[in-house]
T-cell receptor, first 108, second 114 residues
């Protein structure tokens, strides 16, 4: 079993829909990151969380340390949000572990 | 402010050869980390450097090595290339290592081993 699990693996939705991507982890962590990767490979760091909730534009990220779970939400989704979203954790012993990613496709 | 620059962007090598990839961090960033991305394994952490010292290493064989120079630029080297080393190699820079620090990624070097 992977130490960082993401769901769903693939998600197709219509423009305007509310999107939720989940990340569960089984190790103690010091921080959790949400990354966005567009075709071509470039990666952008969206959020860095150690507790609570963060919001940036239409993106919201939450983390529940007790439940070892984080969610990334996209409100009013748009075709330009189509990308792979990757959850990454820095474990207590300073190792960096990635989820397999969620491929999101927003249809116009 | 220039972003993280990786060179070259694309590379084709033959099995058994060695390769060196370069990463220039954002000015003022002293931490550089390297990652391998393959379709099968996804993203995997290779190593992390800060102030010319390797402070963290992933689970990769000794054929994978790296270093960081006094100007914070970093190189990674893969010796005796295998077909399975074909991947996108990404580096990221941050002001300092550790949790709570935002990382900025380069565009990656796509290595193909034939």
């Amino acid at each position: 079993k992977n130490e960082v699990e993401q769901s769903p693996q693939n998600l197709t939705a219509q423009e305007g829909e509310f999107i939720t991507i989940n990340c569960s982890y089984s190790v103690g962590i010091s921080a959790l990151h949400w990354l966005q990767q567009h075709p071509g490979g470039g990666i952008v760091s969206l959020f860095m969380l150690s507790s609570g909730k963060k919001k940036h534009g239409r993106l919201i990220a939450t983390i529940n340390i007790q439940e070892k779970h984080s969610s990334l939400h996209i409100t009013a989704s748009h075709p330009r949000d189509s990308a792979v979203y990757i959850c990454a954790v820095r474990s207590g012993n300073d190792k960096i572990i990635f989820g397999k990613g969620t491929r999101l496709h927003i249809l116009p | 402010k220039a972003g993280v620059t990786q060179t070259p962007r694309y590379l084709i090598k033959t099995r058994g050869q060695q390769v060196t990839l370069s990463c220039s961090p954002i000015s003022g960033h002293r931490s550089v980390s390297w990652y391998q991305q393959t379709p099968g394994q996804g993203l995997q952490f290779l190593f992390e450097y800060f102030s010319e010292t390797q402070r963290n290493k992933g689970n990769f064989p000794g054929r994978f090595s790296g270093r960081q120079f006094s100007n914070s630029r970093s190189e990674m080297n893969v010796s005796t290339l295998e077909l399975g080393d074909s991947a996108l190699y990404l580096c990221a820079s941050s002001v300092q290592p550790g949790p709570g620090t935002e990382a900025f990624f380069g565009q990656g070097t796509r290595l193909t081993v034939v």
